[in-house]
């Protein structure tokens, strides 16, 4: 006979005291069980690089204890030390408690394989672009990279940075209308020690980059149409609103970008934007623009890519 687990009449722990806990639980292993019993009791939200409690649980312990992702299992075993083992009761009581992403906590969120410093003023990293940028974009260059590439509404600066690790003969520029969140930006160019290349520019939307062409824009600009922002999970309203909302269809920012764009490519350039699940408000807005829709092997949706020809093409379509 199959069993299920009723929520409503299990007890968290999470009242213990701390002192309890640190008694009764020692090892990598007891914490990750006893996290992630919490966080499924807590009813959680995953979003910002985890989807359940398990993985949310794994991300918060290898964090506090500065472990890779792909730590050797054996250390699963090892005993923490008392002031290991506080950290990471005292990291699960505040994500229960104030609803705060896991990467805010930690400082830290992971994007396209490499470390990005994060905190309330950026959105968390989280975009499927990452893919895109792994491969080298080579869909779009096959035979060379792009000479120079633009992040627009650059936020922590994941995406250019990023790209700029995996290309390392491109130029690239991180532009943001926020001063707060190039603040965060210039943080990684420095952590990732690729200032020779990499420049952050303040800019609404193309406003602050007249005269500058691109080989490649690419911008996670905000899409949540106001239906969604409304009743978007706690988790996200500690993200900078600025960032996610775009009015009423969340376009507000991508009309922009379409009708201003073709003025910063190069004639074989490419403009890849993600919209998310703002993608139904863009194929009613355009009804006769070919936007090509991509696909990812890691999940996502969303991001459509347009030539410079197709920009061309369809101009009339953007005014």
């Not at 009761?89 to 992971?110: D, H, M, Q, V």
């Not at 355009?286 to 949706?301: H, K, T």
Request: hydrophobic share 45%; proline share 6%.
């Amino acid at each position: 006979m199959t069993t299920h687990l009723n929520v409503e009449h299990s007890h968290s722990t999470l009242s213990l005291s701390e002192s309890l806990l640190v008694s009764q639980l020692f090892t990598l292993r007891d914490y990750l069980r006893w996290v992630s019993s919490e966080f499924y009791l807590a009813g959680l939200h995953y979003g910002h690089g985890t989807d359940s409690a398990w993985d949310e649980a794994v991300a918060l312990c290898l964090g506090a204890l500065h472990l890779p992702w792909n730590i050797d299992p054996s250390v699963l075993e090892a005993r923490l030390l008392p002031v290991e083992r506080q950290r990471i009761i005292a990291l699960a009581r505040k994500r229960i408690t104030t609803r705060r992403p896991l990467p805010y906590l930690l400082g830290e969120s992971f994007f396209a394989g490499h470390p990005f410093s994060v905190d309330e003023r950026v959105l968390i990293p989280r975009s499927p672009i990452a893919e895109l940028i792994e491969d080298g974009f080579a869909a779009w260059f096959p035979e060379e990279p792009p000479a120079s590439v633009l992040d627009l509404c650059t936020g922590s600066g994941c995406i250019g940075i990023a790209t700029a690790l995996y290309l390392p003969t491109c130029e690239v520029a991180l532009a943001d209308i926020s001063q707060d969140a190039l603040a965060v930006a210039r943080q990684n160019i420095t952590r990732h020690d690729v200032g020779d290349r990499v420049r952050a520019v303040e800019s609404d939307v193309f406003g602050g980059l007249e005269g500058r062409r691109f080989d490649l824009i690419v911008s996670n600009p905000p899409y949540v149409d106001a239906r969604d922002l409304a009743t978007m999970p706690a988790e996200f309203r500690h993200e900078p609103s600025l960032a996610l909302g775009a009015g009423s269809d969340g376009l507000d920012i991508v009309r922009r970008i379409l009708r201003e764009a073709r003025e910063h490519l190069t004639d074989e350039g490419w403009l890849i934007v993600e919209v998310g699940n703002s993608d139904r408000h863009v194929e009613a807005a355009f009804p006769d623009v070919p936007f090509l829709w991509l696909e990812f092997e890691r999940g996502g949706q969303g991001v459509f890519a347009l030539s410079a020809a197709e920009l061309d093409a369809h101009a009339a379509s953007f005014q």
